[in-house]
């Protein structure tokens, strides 16, 4: 019913950027929260950064000052800057949206995922 899918990822030399995006799309009546989540290797998935539909924004003290999340509502679409990347920042990064369906029922949903390599 609603799918979401992740782009932008890849590898970046340490202190370079990449932008995510993620899309929503189904049959979506609202969408809330927003999310961003990582998950490196052998590690829990943790949250990155967070978005609410009226941008009351949070962000993890490990990325404070270097990502930037925002969100378009007309388009059903969350990003993330990210800027001064860190090796310890490769991770598969998913987005999260908090959805209102077609059947006035609320879920939480996960995208597929993207790759983030920090490498020289």
């Known amino acids: 019913q609603v799918q979401l899918v992740e782009s932008g990822g890849g590898l970046v030399q340490p202190g370079g950027s990449l932008r995510l995006s993620c899309a929503a799309s189904?049959?979506?009546?609202?969408?809330?929260?927003m999310d961003w989540y990582r998950q490196a290797p052998g590690k829990q998935r943790v949250l990155v950064a967070s978005?609410?539909?009226?941008?009351?924004?949070y962000y993890a003290d490990y990325v404070k000052g270097r990502f930037t999340i925002s969100r378009d509502n007309a388009k059903n679409t969350v990003y993330l800057q990210m800027n001064s990347l860190k090796p310890e920042d490769t991770a598969v990064y998913y987005c999260?949206?908090?959805?209102?369906?077609?059947?006035?029922?609320?879920?939480?949903?996960w995208g597929q995922g993207t790759q983030v390599t920090v490498s020289s």
């Open positions: 999260r949206a908090q959805v209102m369906i077609a059947t006035m029922k609320t879920d939480s949903y």
């Open positions: 978005i609410t539909r009226d941008i009351n924004i």
């Open positions: 189904g049959t979506i009546v609202s969408i809330y929260t």
